[in-house]
Structures are given as C-alpha cells and as structure tokens.
C-alpha cells in the first residue's frame, strides 16, 4: 500500500484543525498541576505543549491520511515486540515518524530539570536525549554535567545485565536499542527522577548520545512497561507497581489528564478484567477480548480472532501510544459491517486514508461495548468517531490490523480510551476501566 509521506509538522497539524480557530487563539493558563503522586498529562497538540506547530497548513483529509499512517509504524512496532525481534523492518526511503501523543512532565537530576516526557505504556525503558548527543530533536536536553547527582552505571553494575547487549566504553556501560524507526546509542545512567512530588533517588535510564530517524521523542520517553528496568521495577516500595491515566479528548480546550501513581487515591468504582501475561513480551498490557456489541447486537466474530497465544503474541492489548483502535481482520470486518447497517445501509460509504467507513452526511452512530472477561466497556460515540468541523466528514475510528504485517494484534488505542480512567494493577493483575471526564 503505497501511502503519502509528509513530515511531522504537518502531521501535528491535525489535531489543532479539529479545533474551533478562537481557541487557538485563546491562551489558557498552563500552570503545573502536578502534586502528591499525580501528574498532568497534555496532548502533545495541547495550547501548553511546546511541540505544538506553529501553523496548520494541511488539510484534514491529508493530515488524517498522515495520522493512519503514522499509527501503521506504530503497529509494526508492537508486532515487532511481540515477534520478539529487536530491529523493527523499514522498508528503504520510508521514514518513520512515531510520534508520543501523550506527554507528561518529569524532572531529572538535582537541581532538577524538567523533561517533558512521552507516557508508553508498551516499552520498558526511560531514557532522555543528553547534551551533546549527535541527531537528537533540537529542543531541550538534559544537561548531565549540570546535576550534582548524576553517574554513569559501570559495566559491572547489576542494571548493565538487565539491558540487551551491552558493551563497555571507558568503564560506562552503554547499549544500542531501537525504537520506531529511530537507532539509539546510549549511556546507562542514574540521577534523581522525579514525579510531581516523589524524587526517585538512583533511577536508572539511558542517556542519549547518538540518535538516527525521526522516532525518538523530543526530550524522552518514560515507559510504564512492567519488565526489568521499568519506572514499576524501579519504584516497587513507592508505587506497587499501580498506576492509572485518563487521557484527555484532543478535541477539548484544556487537553489536561492525569497520571495517577500508586494504589492511594486510585478509583473504587470501576470494572475489572484481568491482565494476562506474555512471558515473550512481559512488557505488553494483554487482555482478554471476548466479544463486541454494536448498538444492541453482539456481532459474530470467528473466536480465533481474539485468542491469547503468547507463542504467536496473539490477543488484545491496551496501549497508550497508538492512536486508533486495530482489529484483525474478520473481527474488524464484522465490527464495520454491523455499523454499517446500523448508521444505515443506504448512505453512501467513501473512505479516507485507512479508514474506510466515512459519510459525508451527519449520521447518528451506535455505542459499541467491548466484552471483556468480566468486565463489558460501553464507548460512546465520541470514541468511535472522528468528524472534520471543516468538511463535514465523518469516519468511524478504527481499522484493521495490517495484513502486510501479518499482524495478530488487536489494540485498544487512545482514541478509544480518553476520558476513561485506565487503571494497571500489576499485583493483583488486573485492569479496570471507569468512565471519567478528565478533558
Ligand atoms: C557516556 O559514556 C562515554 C564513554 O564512557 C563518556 O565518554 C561520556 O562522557 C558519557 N556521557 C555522559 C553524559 O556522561
Ligand atoms: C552502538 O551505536 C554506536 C553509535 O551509533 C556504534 O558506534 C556502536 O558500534 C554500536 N554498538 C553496537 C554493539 O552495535
Ligand atoms: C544512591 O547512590 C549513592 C551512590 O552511588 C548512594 O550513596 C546512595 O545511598 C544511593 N541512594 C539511595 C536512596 O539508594
Ligand atoms: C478548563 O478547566 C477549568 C477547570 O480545570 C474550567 O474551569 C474551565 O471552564 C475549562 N475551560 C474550558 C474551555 O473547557
Ligand atoms: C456483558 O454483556 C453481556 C451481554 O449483554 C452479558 O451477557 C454479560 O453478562 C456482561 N458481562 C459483564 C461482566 O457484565
């Protein structure tokens, strides 16, 4: 499938096209509102970002088309992960751009400096570009040299052992790793972490000293993954390996969510379905995906397309970072059907990008609940759908898995899950999903 490449920017672009132009122009207050073990969590389009674009300059359709093919990378990514390979396959020419649409702030160091980070909840890792480091994103990066905290990790350090193939360089441990398209060379290092109120004393994350492509987020990535080395290993005494999110709409004007740290204060009320592990891929959030109703009726899906195998990496998992709901194949195919003909058989059908069940006249669209083991998420509207306020066109935001990829993962992307509250409780393996307004 040959697809439009455009640089990120413009992607950027689309979300602020959704937006009503006085908003734009509005500047609302963008005051830190992190406190105890709660941190804010901003769209990366958000007034307060400071990787929003300048302009929009590309229409919706095109930056859509751009959006479905920046979430293709994303899925070849995870399918990556859960193939076990450590280099992702790009095809020659093609660039690709992963970009974090969540980003939340951290402070590293002593004194601290803040990071505004990317939130993934399918990688382990955290690391930041470093000063000095060769093709990192020009904006911010940590100056080491300036933290009277900070320390390289010697290659006989226990944490050397935790990162894949390490080498040694001047008694420092440094390591190689991919991410989307990005190579990355990195230092193993320490420094004081802190979240909202917590300092980490002695984290542990990877200094950027050289970067290729165009994947590595800004100024970094923070991983919720639960395998070695994650913030959950690392701060296991602090936060019992607990966490929630409510990821704002990026429709709204405040775009502010948060990130909730540790068992205190996290919801009563909410649902639960258990979280199942992938020895392969302990880092990735599965679940059990039984069936899906559209409006009142539960469509026929071949159970093969849900099954959990941890050989092929087969199941559902929820993610942070893609953008738009994937189904494989006969599942997505069936979902699509039954909207079809519950918005109405006889409107004409276009598609756009990847999406292919859009309408140029308004319609009136189902809820669709997604059943899980013991727990059934009923998504409005809003989450099922993507409107351009510009041309009047409408798609249901979900897709197929890719078949090029032999993808045999289905996703709950972020789309699906903002204003809910997602709730990882590791201990107790489980996830729990509330509906929550955090726009
Ligand atoms: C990373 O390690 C190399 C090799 O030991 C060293 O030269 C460099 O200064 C280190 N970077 C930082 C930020 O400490
Ligand atoms: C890691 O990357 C650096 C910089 O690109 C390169 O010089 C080095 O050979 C790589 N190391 C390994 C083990 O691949
Ligand atoms: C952090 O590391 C330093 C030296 O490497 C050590 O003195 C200190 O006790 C450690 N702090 C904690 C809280 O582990
Ligand atoms: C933004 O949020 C504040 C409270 O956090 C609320 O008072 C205000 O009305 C919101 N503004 C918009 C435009 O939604
Ligand atoms: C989910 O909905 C289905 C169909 O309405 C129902 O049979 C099932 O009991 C519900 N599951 C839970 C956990 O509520």
Known sequence: METLQLPLSILLSFLLLLLPTSSIAQNPKCSVQDQGSTLEVLHIYSPCSPFRPPTPSLSWEESVLQMQQEDQARLQFLSSLVAGKSVVPVASGRQIIQSPTYILRAKIGTPPQTMLMAMDTSNDAAWVPCSGCVGCPSSAAFASAKSTTYKNLPCKSP??????KPTCGGGACLFNMTYGSSSIAANLSQDTLTLASDPIPNYTFGCIQKASGSSVPPQGLLGLGRGPLSLLSQTQNLYKSTFSYCLPSFKSLNFSGSLRLGPVGQPQRIKFTPLLKNPRRSSLYYVNLIAIRVGRRTVDIPPSAFAFNPTTGSGTIFDSGTVFTRLVQPAYIAVRNEFRRRVGPKLTVTSLGGFDTCYSAPIVAPAMTFMFSGMNVTFPPENLLIHSTA???????????????????????????????????????RLGVARELCT
């Open 391 to 429: 041309s009047s066109i409408t798609c249901l935001a979900m897709a197929a898995s890719p078949g090029d990829l032999n993808s045999v993962l289905n996703v709950i992307a972020n789309m699906q899950q903002q204003n809910h509250r997602v709730l990882y409780d590791v201990p107790n393996s």
């Open 159 to 164: 944490q050397c052992s935790q990162v894949s």
